[in-house]
């Protein structure tokens, strides 16, 4: 927590990057969740941004579930984009714990459909750029395909699913990498298609091997984010440098203009 407070950027974001990696082995999870909710309110954006994409998945470990959800509500009010986005994630995740204590079918469908909702407010949240998503469209998908009764709406929902992810990862360096894992959750929306309607035990199971496959792969997730967000940074702090640049040639232009028509008064 010191650290990330520290002058030195760099150490920051380790710091940070550190905190939201080892929740899980923290004893006191109650204080390390207000660690975390602190830092969403830090100076440093990173920080901010970081801290409070971590308190999703710290909310699955948090023992006082109702202040957890009160603090992420109260985080979708806030004044930095990055923090209304990432908390509409986290609430995102929160509700999908709820469908995993779900104890009937309707409470199962009221959490995962919340879910969903809270995952499409933070793919909504614009920030002024692209940033690929991969939650609301798999949730989106899964939800579908469980509650459904078209026929063919298993393969339906799947290859539109594929297709819109593949839309948004077409230009990452390491798209084959990431297609191998895309096919991993294409075959997780098979498999619910499969399931029989009602098994409420067998859908549960299910969405806990979505998450953990979430949580598996999030660090790859965050990265292509990160990148995302930080190339749009530099496009516009280049664009700040090209503009500086053109305001001083134009004055330079100015000034020998002047120096000329002075010269040739002189004359």
């Known amino acids: 927590m010191r650290l990330a407070s520290v002058e030195d950027r760099e150490v920051r974001k380790e710091a940070v990057l550190a905190l939201s990696s080892g929740y899980t082995e923290v004893p006191d999870k109650g204080k390390a969740w207000k660690d975390m909710f602190q830092l969403s ?30 603090d992420l509500k109260a985080l979708t009010d806030n004044p930095y984009v990055y923090v209304r986005k990432y908390a509409f994630r986290s609430l995102g995740k929160a509700s999908l714990w709820r469908a995993l204590r779900a104890e009937n079918e309707a409470t199962y ?24 998503e991969f939650y609301f469209p798999f949730y989106e998908a899964l939800l579908f395909i469980l509650f459904s009764d078209r026929p063919g709406v298993v393969k339906l929902e799947s290859d539109r699913y594929l297709s819109k992810i593949t839309g948004e990862i077409r230009e990452q360096k390491e798209n084959h990498k990431l297609l191998k894992i895309l096919e991993q959750f294409t075959g997780l929306l098979r498999r619910a298609g499969n399931l029989t309607p009602g098994d409420l035990s067998a859908q549960k199971k299910l969405l806990e091997t ?58």
């Open 41 to 70: 309110g830090h100076s440093d954006s990173f920080v901010q941004r970081v801290a409070t994409r971590a308190l999703g998945s710290a909310f699955f470990h948090v023992s006082d579930k109702t202040q957890a959800w009160r």
């Open 109 to 132: 469908i009221f959490g995962l459909k919340e879910a969903v909702k809270y995952f499409k407010e933070a793919a909504e949240t614009s920030v002024g750029f692209h940033i690929p």
């Open 210 to 267: 979505c998450i953990l496959t979430f949580d598996k792969f999030s660090s790859l997730f965050e990265e292509i984010e990160g990148e995302a967000i930080l190339a749009q940074k530099t496009v516009k702090k280049e664009k700040i440098v090209k503009k500086d640049y053109s305001k001083l040639g134009k004055e330079l232009l100015e000034r020998v203009e002047k120096k000329k028509s002075s010269l040739i008064k002189k004359s």
